[in-house]
């Protein structure tokens, strides 16, 4: 019996890879566009007739008209923030209702959630992970502790299920020493976004997609944040609540493994990371500041700075490895087109002497050893075809290739739509 496929998409580095570009231009090939993790501090950048789109909830397939869009169970929703989002989008005359299908499964953030993530960084005191403070952790920590709230709950004797939650979030605050808040406006507003998300299609989302699997209709499964902030796999503790690896989206979704086809890995032409945390090739010096600033390295959804540095080739050795590449998408290349020497990490030496070529247990005390390339200098912007790219950026993507195993499929030398160049 022939069925659809599914295609998994996601981030190989710390994030902020610019998923949500090349979701909008793959999705023409798809049926179907499908969030499996995360929560709204992802923000993805959408940027086409000269509009700038943040997503941070909505899947990436929306600007596409006659997709069907799902946010599965395993995404965490901030109906306040989903509301603040979709009427947004809806303004710019983008129809979401009939388009959007959110899981009963997905867990609800709350706004005590938020309370609690935000009592969490301040207890950790010089410990700080760096979250956002939108509740992502605290919802997931409820999940897993079986406290959660779901969407689905929304539609029968909600309001109970609400207070004896919020109740006992307020005993743990208590417990933390943070009383000091009033959230009646913000709560009025959650509210609001609850009766507001009862206006799409709430359901069971792991039958829908099933179905439309058996339907023979094809799959992209979008993911949120990057590899490395895997909460398994990524630079612990400093990472994200969630599996943000290919095998999230069979468990954030409800899809079998051998559903899964092509796997669509992506990465900038250098490194970027929010929050603390290790960073090898982080750079402190002006080449770092010129990245940022070239690459408006800032947060779509938080506005805070990027740490900057050189591509890492061992962490994207070791995030292809874990999802499974089969092809790779190298964003942000023009960000590169002005540096004389462009450098590569291509090992780590350790703490006692010795190097390696595999991602060790703790990334705090490493070196990174690096590769050096002559910069291309030229602007790639204007490029419409892979025969016009400079003979220095070749040799690069070959390099890259070479050493990661793994073809590079996309590259994108601009933030529009139309800048992005599909290699043979």
């Not at 959804?301 to 900057?308: A, W």
Request: glycine share 10%; net charge negative.
């Amino acid at each position: 019996m022939n069925t659809g496929k599914v295609d998994v998409l996601l981030g190989l580095q710390w994030g902020d890879e610019g998923k949500g570009k090349v979701v909008d231009v793959l999705t023409p090939k798809y049926d179907v566009i499908a969030r499996f993790q995360g929560g709204p501090n992802a923000g993805h950048t959408l940027e086409f007739e000269h509009q700038k789109y943040v997503l941070r909830s909505i899947p990436s397939g929306i600007f596409q008209g006659g997709k069907v869009n799902i946010i599965g169970n395993g995404v965490v929703l901030a109906p306040d923030l989903f509301m603040e989002e979709a009427k947004e989008l809806e303004k710019s005359g983008h129809e979401l209702k009939s388009r959007i299908s959110i899981s009963k499964k997905a867990h609800l953030i709350m706004p005590t959630h938020r309370l609690l993530d935000q009592a969490n960084e301040a207890a950790r005191g010089k410990g700080k992970v760096g979250t956002t403070g939108k509740g992502i952790g605290p919802t997931y920590t409820d999940k897993v502790s079986r406290n959660g709230l779901r969407v689905g709950d929304i539609l029968d004797n909600f309001a109970e299920k609400y207070e004896a939650h919020k109740q006992r979030h307020l005993e743990m605050l208590k417990v933390l020493g943070f009383t000091n808040f009033d959230i009646t406006e913000t709560e009025q507003k959650w509210m609001e976004g609850i009766e507001y998300m009862k206006q799409f299609k709430i359901v069971d989302s792991e039958h829908v997609i099933n179905n439309l699997l058996r339907d023979n209709k094809n799959i992209l499964c979008e993911g949120a944040q990057g590899t490395m902030l895997d909460v398994d796999f990524g630079s612990y503790p400093f990472v994200t609540s969630s599996n943000t690896i290919c095998a999230g989206a069979c468990t954030g979704l409800g899809i079998g493994p051998n559903k899964i086809g092509n796997v669509y890995g992506i990465m900038k032409a250098y490194c970027t990371r929010v929050g603390s945390g290790p960073f090898p090739t982080e750079l402190f010096d002006e080449e770092g500041k010129k990245l940022r600033d070239i690459g408006q390295e800032y947060g779509a959804v938080t506005g805070r700075e990027r740490r900057c540095g050189w591509i890492d080739l061992i962490q994207l050795r070791y995030s292809i490895m874990l999802n499974g590449v089969t092809h790779l998408i190298l964003m942000k290349s023009d960000v590169l087109d002005d540096f004389k020497t462009i450098k590569a990490c291509v090992g780590y030496e350790l703490s006692d002497g010795t190097s390696t070529t595999e991602l060790p247990y703790e990334l705090e005390n490493v070196t990174p050893i690096y590769k050096e390339f002559e910069g291309w200098n030229v602007d790639m912007t204007k490029m419409t075809q892979e025969r016009e790219f400079p003979q220095a950026f070749k040799d690069y993507i070959a390099f890259l290739e070479n050493f990661l195993q793994t073809p590079i499929k996309i590259v994108s030398i601009g933030p529009d739509r139309a800048q992005t160049i599909i290699r043979n």
